[in-house]
């Protein structure tokens, strides 16, 4: 019986330098060899210890056991061959609950941009994919949750990222990762540049920069819409409650849904499985 590939622990001493030369602040980080789920560690840390997870701290693991994405469903890859992990961040006591659905949309981007300076095409799906190639991949899949303690909201933003995969890895055939699409970096590496640009994201959202603005109308907001590959794409929606919508994805709305003009008119979607019909 061949042995089991060897892979390398994520180097926190590595992930601080990098993030550091990105000009992000010192802040915790654990990465433990595995957890079930980032999400779930690092919302229960926030909860006892709201003071201790500053924004942007990093909560990851090695091997994530339980990991979910959306609707509950299950994502699991080899131990060190996907960059799993999640970071904090306070939600501005002004900010209203449209204004949270840009929350997702932005790491996407950022998580995108990263995978662009490694040398993998990367775009954005709405609502919380990120995709790879020209076959358009899933590379990275996103999950918020809202945590309130100690009178605050707060945002565990999740993500995973394939990164060293190979084709019997992969968890589902419409997936992909930096390896397979011929890009070049290290988790640790990765994840900084991740962090640093969702930190300059969320900024721009919620942030002096936003100069007092909804999220949804931001100059941040702007280009984030400008990065949707969702958008102006024939697109089959399976909703929540089990319908299809199919239509033209025509944009997003202020609070971050997705406006798809169907047979019946336009309808402003807020959860629901995007298929990019030309991909189907």
Same mark, same amino acid.
């Given at each position: 019986?061949?042995?089991?590939p060897?892979?390398?622990?994520?180097?926190?001493?590595?992930?601080? @330098?990098?993030? /550091?030369?990105?000009?992000?602040?010192p802040?915790?980080?654990e990465?433990? +060899?595995?957890?079930?789920s980032t999400?779930d560690?690092? &919302? +229960?840390?926030?909860?006892?210890d709201?003071?201790?997870?500053?924004?942007?701290?990093?909560y990851?693991?090695?091997?994530?056991?339980s990991?979910?994405?959306?609707?509950?469903r !299950?994502?699991?890859?080899?131990?060190?061959?996907?960059?799993?992990f999640?970071?904090?961040?306070?939600?501005?006591?002004?900010?209203?609950? !449209?204004?949270?659905?840009?929350?997702p949309?932005?790491?996407?981007?950022?998580?995108?941009r990263?995978?662009?300076a &490694?040398g993998?095409?990367?775009?954005?799906?709405?609502?919380?994919?990120v995709? /790879?190639?020209?076959?358009?991949?899933?590379?990275?899949g996103?999950?918020?949750?809202v945590?309130?303690?100690?009178?605050?909201?707060? /945002?565990?933003?999740?993500m995973g990222v394939?990164?060293s995969?190979?084709?019997?890895?992969?968890?589902?055939?419409?997936? !992909?990762?930096? +390896?397979?699409?011929?890009?070049?970096?290290g988790?640790?590496?990765l &994840?900084?540049?991740?962090?640093?640009?969702? %930190?300059?994201?969320?900024?721009?959202l919620?942030?002096?920069? @936003?100069?007092?603005?909804? +999220?949804?109308?931001? @100059?941040a907001?702007?280009?984030?819409?400008? %990065?949707i590959?969702?958008?102006?794409r024939?697109?089959?929606?399976?909703?929540?409650?089990?319908?299809?919508?199919?239509?033209?994805?025509?944009?997003?709305?202020?609070?971050?849904?997705?406006?798809?003009?169907g047979?019946?008119?336009?309808?402003?979607?807020?959860?629901?499985?995007?298929?990019?019909?030309?991909? @189907?």
């Amino acid at each position: 019986m061949p042995a089991e590939p060897m892979t390398s622990r994520f180097d926190v001493d590595a992930y601080a @330098a990098a993030a /550091a030369a990105r000009g992000l602040a010192p802040a915790p980080i654990e990465f433990p +060899a595995a957890c079930p789920s980032t999400n779930d560690a690092l &919302a +229960a840390a926030l909860e006892a210890d709201p003071a201790g997870w500053p924004d942007f701290s990093v909560y990851g693991a090695d091997h994530q056991t339980s990991g979910r994405g959306r609707l509950g469903r !299950t994502w699991t890859v080899p131990p060190g061959a996907a960059l799993t992990f999640s970071v904090p961040v306070a939600i501005p006591a002004g900010a209203a609950p !449209t204004d949270l659905g840009w929350i997702p949309l932005a790491a996407g981007l950022a998580v995108s941009r990263a995978l662009r300076a &490694a040398g993998v095409e990367a775009l954005v799906k709405w609502p919380n994919d990120v995709l /790879a190639g020209p076959r358009e991949k899933k590379i990275c899949g996103i999950l918020v949750r809202v945590v309130e303690a100690a009178g605050r909201r707060f /945002a565990v933003i999740g993500m995973g990222v394939n990164v060293s995969l190979s084709e019997a890895d992969l968890p589902v055939e419409r997936a !992909t990762s930096v +390896a397979l699409e011929g890009g070049a970096t290290g988790r640790e590496d990765l &994840a900084a540049a991740i962090v640093a640009g969702l %930190a300059a994201v969320l900024g721009e959202l919620f942030g002096p920069a @936003a100069g007092g603005r909804r +999220a949804g109308a931001s @100059a941040a907001a702007q280009r984030i819409r400008d %990065a949707i590959a969702t958008v102006g794409r024939q697109v089959r929606v399976e909703l929540p409650d089990g319908t299809v919508l199919t239509g033209r994805a025509t944009g997003l709305d202020d609070g971050g849904d997705l406006i798809v003009a169907g047979a019946d008119g336009e309808r402003r979607i807020s959860a629901g499985d995007v298929v990019h019909a030309s991909l @189907a």
